[in-house]
């Protein structure tokens, strides 16, 4: 991960830490984590093989007094999205469930966040969800979100969708929210993205070249030429399934189906559900007359956990949690660069707080 800096210059803790994709960027530029919340535990053991922790990770957030949690000057929270993603609220109409605000296991998790804020008042803060979010319930939701954070708390925001196309090899768009207590020159304006015509990366960048320059990783890659495995390969019957249903919905004008893609092209998002079949990244491979899913290691490089010149992203858990941790996570890069453009704002508002005082 990120290398950090000697001595810390400020605090930040870490909600729905989920396997620490926000911990890198503010490190990077300073921070130590003073205190992680997390509740499932495949994540937590992902987070703890990962990252340095001199305190335990902390479970349920909604159980968690805001008075336990210790004094900091950021706060990073990635909410659960499914209350309000495309895919997730497709699937609750589709059940008669609730969703948004309305879904009560997930969708009232914001005001967990606005309830630490108000009791802690950090100078900074950088919220992560959908691009959904902005117009789900026809903009209400994100309505009352502004509300509370700059009328109610008295923070300063301001928001910019970013596509991690120009980081990763993958469209993933998502809303990135950034609140200073203090009035400081911060604006999403000033965020310089790489030109995806020319720098963007490409597939080939994350895949196994499964030509004997990258060491074996059982139990993804096999052999002299470290080579995919083959439980990666799709079946016969889910391979015929997925073509089948692609063809289904293209003769009803659908765009539903599978993505595949080679070593040339850019993936669609990775989702918690990759697991389940691989449909949105399938990988073409020549001489094979099925494609392949993504290995995990392919997945941690296409988030942006590993990457050259840094140690190697651990993988403790199965497949099944590793597709569903990093189908569920932020594109490391990403925050770092949100977390760069915030650095003078943050290191401003910690110099005046500390002289205040």
Not at 119 to 130: D, G, I, M, T
Not at 140 to 166: K, M
Not at 234 to 249: I, M
Request: aromatic share 10%; with cysteine.
């Amino acid at each position: 991960m990120a290398p950090r800096r000697c001595s810390p210059v400020f605090r930040f803790i870490d909600l729905f830490a989920g396997i620490g994709g926000m911990r890198p960027g503010f490190e990077a530029i300073g921070g130590h984590c003073a205190f992680s919340s997390e509740w499932n535990r495949f994540s937590v053991e992902t987070y703890t093989a990962n990252h340095a922790c001199d305190h335990p990770v902390s479970g349920d957030i909604t159980k968690i007094r805001e008075e336990t949690i210790p004094p900091h000057d950021v706060l990073l929270a990635g909410f659960p999205c499914q209350p309000f993603s495309i895919a997730g609220v497709s699937k609750k109409n589709a059940l008669n469930r609730p969703h948004g605000f309305r879904c009560e296991v997930q969708g009232t998790l914001f005001f967990d966040i606005a309830r630490i804020i108000r009791h802690h008042q950090p100078a900074a803060f950088l919220l992560e969800n959908v691009r959904n979010l902005v117009s789900h319930d026809r903009g209400r939701t994100f309505g009352i979100i502004r509300s509370t954070l700059e009328d109610d708390l008295g923070y300063n925001i301001a928001w910019r969708i970013i596509d991690a196309r120009s980081f990763v090899p993958q469209h993933r768009e998502r809303i990135f929210i950034v609140g200073f207590r203090d009035a400081v020159p911060f604006s999403f304006a000033d965020l310089r993205l790489p030109d995806r015509n020319h720098d963007a990366p490409r597939l080939e960048s994350v895949l196994h070249p499964e030509d004997g320059t990258e060491e074996p990783e059982p139990p993804y890659t096999l052999g002299p030429r470290a080579e995919v495995a083959p439980k990666y390969t799709l079946s016969s019957h889910l391979w015929a399934y997925l073509q089948a249903y692609a063809e289904k919905h293209r003769r009803r004008g659908n765009g539903f189906g599978f993505g595949l893609v080679g070593p040339q092209d850019v993936g669609r998002t990775l989702s918690a559900r990759y697991y389940k079949d691989g449909s949105e990244i399938l990988v073409r491979r020549e001489g094979h007359k099925r494609p392949r899913r993504l290995t995990p290691r392919e997945c941690a490089r296409l988030m942006g956990f590993d990457r050259f010149g840094r140690p190697r992203f651990e993988i403790p858990v199965s497949d099944t949690q590793a597709y569903r941790q990093f189908g569920n996570a932020v594109v490391v890069p990403v925050v770092e660069a949100v977390a760069k453009l915030m650095e003078p704002g943050i290191l401003a508002a910690v110099a005046t707080r500390q002289h205040v005082a």
